[in-house]
Nanobody
Framework: QVQLAESGGGLVQAGGTLRLSCAAS????????MAWFRQAPGKEHEFVAG???????YYTDSVKGRFTISRDNAKDTVYLQMNSLKPEDTAVYYC??????????????????RGQGTQVTVSS
């Protein structure tokens, strides 16, 4: 059974940092595109960052220069380093794996697997 388990969320003050991890089990995603999405209360799912198997990365404009996505294929883990956090970054963050290629890489429904998410709360 494939599982994606996120960790690393929490409560942090504005300007602080968090590092999210997403550990995959059940299959290897070394050759797949993986991504982080977030959803704030009352809002739609939002693409945050994505990383292809070869290392090419994508970011939504609001996190460029502050967030960094990376992956360790040996550990089947993808990370999201979040610096200079802002209150508007507050959301449930979840990882997605295995982009099908049939949707835009920034579309949540373009991925086959999705984790349960981890809460990130940034206080002002």
């Amino acid at each position: 059974q494939v599982q994606l388990a996120e960790s690393g969320g929490g409560l942090v003050q504005a300007g602080g940092t968090l590092r999210l991890s997403c550990a995959a089990s059940g299959r290897s995603f070394g050759s797949d595109t993986m991504a982080w999405f977030r959803q704030a209360p009352g809002k739609e799912h939002e693409f945050v960052a994505g990383i292809r198997a070869g290392g090419t990365t994508y970011y939504t404009d609001s996190v460029k220069g502050r967030f960094t996505i990376s992956r360790d294929n040996a550990k089947d883990t993808v990370y999201l380093q979040m610096n200079s956090l802002k209150p508007e970054d507050t959301a449930v963050y979840y990882c997605a794996a295995r982009w099908t290629g049939r949707e835009n890489i920034r579309a949540a429904n373009g991925y086959i697997y999705r984790g349960q998410g981890t809460q990130v709360t940034v206080s002002s």
